[in-house]
């Protein structure tokens, strides 16, 4: 359907699993307030599955809880500059005939720090069309490094309020003892067919990978441009 393109263009810190037709391009650049920087750049290589690489900084983010002190301290602390590849295939689709989008997504990458310290990241990522206005995304997630591993779930709600402005509530949970919860609030304004900024408010520690799963002290607003070619 026509409406699903505007999932085309990606989610924030809970993505959805829809995948550019062959040959397209996709880039996001996303800034925040507290200094965070990345920059995304992903290729369809076919209409089920698409390349993808990032690149990106966190400005020493203070985390809400000690219990992910090392992390923050490997991963999101000094010297944090990082770069990741990975991948998305598709496994169902309406567009094959099923009733839902699941995609499975892998990325892997380091620091480039003196240790070099990095880590894996793994999503099964589940698109649902509850109208041709609303979309809900659930996410089970994990990460795996040397210093810690843990799983996590993202769940979020796309709503289409007008053709060109678009509401995007998420939030992420780890699934631990003594889980911790955040949450992201976003605002897409769709400027051109293919092209849209997100201003939106967090208090996730960023908007890739590890970022995704941990809660920084304090809330954020950033803006994050959304481009297809």
Known sequence: ????????LGGLTVNNALIPARGISQISLNYDSMGNASAFYGYSLSNIFQLETRIGSYSDVKL????????????????????????????????????FWTTLRASLGRNE???????????????????????????PKYLYSGHGSFGGIGISTHFKLLDNLHLIPEIN??????????????????????KSIDFYYSNAAGIQDIGELLKAEEHKFGIKVNLLF
């Open 64 to 99: 809400s809880s000690n219990k992910n002190a090392k992390l923050q301290n490997i991963f999101l602390g000094e010297d944090n500059f990082n770069y990741r590849f990975g991948g998305k295939l598709s496994i169902f689709s309406p567009q094959k005939g099923d009733l």
């Open 173 to 194: 949970t780890s699934l631990r003892n003594e889980p911790e919860l955040n949450s992201s609030l976003a605002l897409r304004y769709v400027y051109k067919p293919k």
């Open 113 to 139: 720090s003196k240790n070099h310290q990095g880590y894996s990241f793994l999503e099964l990522i589940n698109t649902f069309r509850i109208n041709d206005l609303i979309y809900f995304n659930v996410t």
């Open 1 to 8: 359907k026509g409406n699903d393109e505007m999932l085309l």
